[in-house]
């Protein structure tokens, strides 16, 4: 009866209830006996244009595991089992979750940057608590006003992609 946006589905779902109490990392790991597909919907269980995320093939684990890992903030969400085209069978559904941070604490702390001090990082190993508005593979410009370096100069923006 339902289908997610990663593969169109006419096997059959089991759907689960997964409550989320507060923001937290969600992840879902399906190991089946079929090629399966995995998909969250938020709130309306029915409201296909309610989903928040959908995998058909694990990246890692090929056609028979589908795989979710994504920061949920709190509410209802509906887990849907699905299976490719016409497929079905048995499987395995794990769930892990872990508190992540609020947004506005990790805000909150976050270092100051200074005109003129180099900055190193890594974001090897970190989490991937939040998403931007322009994710999918588009860049983002981020606009900085220089000081002038010489008197009288007046002060410019420069982009830098």
């Known amino acids: 009866m339902n289908s997610g946006s990663c593969d169109h589905s006419d096997a059959r779902e089991i759907v689960y209830l997964l409550e989320v109490p507060r923001r937290q990392r969600v992840v879902l790991d399906v190991d089946a006996r079929f090629d399966s597909v995995l998909y969250v919907r938020k709130d309306d269980c029915a409201d296909e244009s309610a989903e928040v995320e959908c995998n058909d093939d694990s990246p890692t684990g090929g056609r028979n595991k589908s795989h979710i890992e994504r920061v949920l903030e709190p509410g209802k969400y509906f887990v849907f ?38 900055v190193t990082g890594t974001t ?21 006003a220089l000081r002038p370096r010489v008197a009288g100069a007046r002060p410019s923006g420069r982009a830098l992609g």
């Open 124 to 144: 090897e190993g970190a989490a991937n608590d939040a998403e931007a508005s322009c994710g999918g593979g588009r860049g983002a410009r981020l606009a900085v």
């Open 81 to 118: 089992v699905d299976g490719y085209n016409q497929e079905s069978g048995g499987y395995k559904l794990t769930v892990s979750v872990a508190d992540v941070v609020a947004l506005s604490d990790a805000c909150r702390r976050a270092p100051l940057l200074g005109s003129g001090a180099p």
